[in-house]
Structures are given as structure tokens and as C-alpha cells.
């Protein structure tokens, strides 16, 4: 089978197979992946995303560090093509998507069967394989740690990236007034299209300022949840929207600089600071991680969700999906899609 197999640490937007390249040279000759116990699937990757963890992942700047060689990627969805005996569930030929820690940048991969999710009929598998990260980061920051309201507002940084278009989506399930920030019209246009109540373009106007106007015009007092996988000088100055007892919600550092939120402003503000490491769920609670999959594919199959899918490459293309995602060129997810098994079933 094909896989993109990271042999060193390095830039992955290098060509696989170059010398500098951390990637090893796309063939076809790696071996597929057997099945590890009773209650395993195998299932054939049709689409898996790239997200900005696995980025940082390749060059060894991540906190979980795979050891040497290992296949990168997280989320997915697919086919399932074998089954343990002791499976119940599934049968070859179900539609499935899932997460792992890593291994999805492969045509095949063996998880558990308790891992796997079922496809909504009327779903696509690139769709779906874009779905557990990127969304299920923010349904459990916004509706379980933050408890978004009707009628609050929500403050969305880096918004037309993976996690932020997914913020805002949410957001607007959850009935919250939406202001959403990002860089380039294409992007504040698209942000609009899907609920946005005020769109502010960071590279040419002060964020804060705009964000006074729309609140005063409204009659809105401040921020209640400040949605926030940047990081940086916009961390610090979003702080100044934030009413009393609002929800902050950390959920990456895109700039490259951790801010520094002070403790007794915090205090005095009764502001609550979420940190918000989604994979870890899995481990500590993962019935309210599948409680929160669940209820995503749900809202998915009802169209209340949509997967914008900006770019999307086969495997060998791999370098230039990591430097779609290093240039801030995507308007939502990149994705790595493997066949052509990938089309809507209605």
C-alpha cells in the first residue's frame, strides 16, 4: 500500500523522497497493516485531514512525539475492509471515520472497533474525515467546558481556519451572536456566508475597535466566550472585550506565541480559562468524546454542519497540502484523499 512515512524531523513541505525531506518517497510497497486483535477493523482510507498539530508533529515541535519512522495523521474516514471475529458492529463495505494518533496518511489503517464511527447516510467520506478534530474540538470546548448560550457572544479568532470555521458553525447551532476575525475578504465573505454576525479582517482593521462598534450598535455588553487557537498580541488584546464571568477557551497557538493571561485580572473579572487538548479526551473521558462525535455526525446528516473543504491533494501531493496549511491559504480543511471512494452516498 501507499503511505507518507516520516523517517526524520523536518520541513513537510519538502517533496517526499528529497534529501532534506522528512518524508521517505511515495511507493507502493509498503505492507498493509493486519488486523491486532479479535475486535480490530481494517478499514481503507478514503480522505483524512491535515491539521495544524500534525504539522508541528513532522518537525518534532508537537507534544506527543511518535518515535522514528511513523505515519502522521489523525482523523479520517473510509471503508471498512476486514473485521476481527469478535466484531459486531461492522462488516466490510460500512462506511466509518475515526481518529488516531497517527497512521491515517496510509490507504489502510487497523483501529479498534469501539474507535470507529458510523457514516450518516446522505454524508460524503471527505466530509466526514474532516469532521472529529476539527469540530469535535470545538463542540466540546463551546458546548461542554464553555456551555455556550442563546443570545451570548461569541468572539472567534483565526476564523476561516479548520477549527475556527467550525467555531463558528457552532456557534450559531447554539443560537450565540458570532464575531469572527480572520485575514483576506474571500475569507470574511465565506465566514458571512455560513451565520457570521460581524466579520472583522485583521490584516487591515483594529480588531478590538470593530468589535466596540458592532457590540454598541447592538446593545451588547461584551464578549462571553472568546474562542482562541492563536494565540499572541490578539489574545492579549481580545481580553479587553470580555465581560464579567466570560469563558476563555484555549485551543492552540497558531502565531507562535503563548500569551500570558494574568491571573489576578481573571480573578477580579471571575473570567473561567478553559485548556482545551482534545485527543486527551480520549483517554480521560472518552464517553463524552463519542457522546460529542455522535451528536456532530447527527447535525451533520441534517445539514445544521457543513464541512468547507478548501483544498484537497493525493497523498504523493502531501508537501504541498503542508504548505496550504503553513501559508494560511485555506478558507476550512486540507485533506489528503487517497481514491475515488471519497463521493456522497444519498
Known amino acids: 500500500m501507499e503511505a507518507l512515512v516520516v523517517r526524520r524531523l523536518g520541513d513537510p513541505t519538502l517533496p517526499p523522497g528529497g534529501d532534506d525531506s522528512p518524508f521517505e518517497a511515495i511507493s507502493g ?3 498493509v497493516p493486519e488486523l491486532s486483535s479479535p475486535t480490530s477493523v481494517r478499514v481503507r482510507v478514503a480522505a483524512t485531514s491535515l491539521n495544524f498539530a500534525t504539522f508541528l508533529q513532522v518537525q518534532g515541535k508537537y507534544q506527543e512525539r511518535p518515535p522514528l519512522p511513523f505515519v502522521p495523521g489523525s482523523d479520517y474516514a473510509g471503508v471498512v475492509d476486514a473485521v476481527g471475529p469478535g466484531v459486531r458492529k461492522f462488516r466490510p463495505g460500512d462506511w466509518v471515520c475515526s481518529l488516531a494518533s497517527v497512521g491515517s496518511f496510509a490507504e489502510f489503517i487497523v483501529t479498534e472497533e469501539k474507535g470507529l464511527f458510523v457514516v450518516p447516510d446522505g454524508c460524503d467520506l471527505v466530509a466526514a474525515g474532516a469532521l472529529p478534530v476539527a469540530f469535535g474540538t470545538s463542540h466540546l470546548a463551546l458546548v461542554h467546558r464553555a456551555q455556550l448560550k442563546f443570545g451570548q457572544v461569541l468572539l472567534v479568532l483565526g476564523a476561516a481556519g479548520g477549527v475556527g470555521v467550525s467555531a463558528v458553525q457552532i456557534g450559531k447551532v447554539c443560537g450565540a451572536i458570532v464575531i469572527a476575525v480572520a485575514r483576506g475578504v474571500e475569507k ?6 455560513i451565520g457570521a454576525d460581524h466579520v472583522i479582517d485583521s490584516s487591515k482593521e483594529n480588531v478590538i475597535e470593530s468589535a466596540k462598534s458592532f457590540l454598541k450598535a447592538r446593545g451588547l455588553k461584551g464578549v462571553d466566550v472568546l474562542y482562541d487557537p492563536v494565540g499572541g498580541k490578539l489574545t492579549q488584546d481580545s481580553l479587553k472585550l470580555l465581560n464579567w464571568g466570560a469563558h476563555i477557551l484555549l485551543i492552540g497557538f497558531a502565531s507562535g506565541d503563548v500569551p500570558v ?15 482545551l487538548y482534545w485527543g486527551s479526551y480520549l483517554i480521560h473521558r472518552p464517553a463524552v468524546l463519542i457522546d460529542s462525535l ?8 441534517k445539514g445544521l454542519i457543513t464541512a468547507k473543504i478548501s483544498h484537497t491533494y493525493r497523498l504523493p501531493e502531501a508537501h504541498l497540502a503542508f504548505a496550504a496549511l503553513r501559508d494560511r491559504k485555506a478558507v476550512g480543511k486540507v485533506m489528503l484523499v487517497m481514491g475515488s471512494s471519497a463521493k456522497s452516498r444519498l
Open 29 to 31: 510497497d509498503q505492507p
Open 294 to 301: 455522535n451528536e456532530l455526525l447527527s447535525w451533520l446528516s
Open 261 to 275: 493571561i494574568r491571573a489576578n485580572v481573571a480573578l477580579v473579572k471571575n473570567w473561567t480559562i478553559h485548556g
Open 188 to 193: 470574511l465573505h465565506y465566514l458571512k456566508s
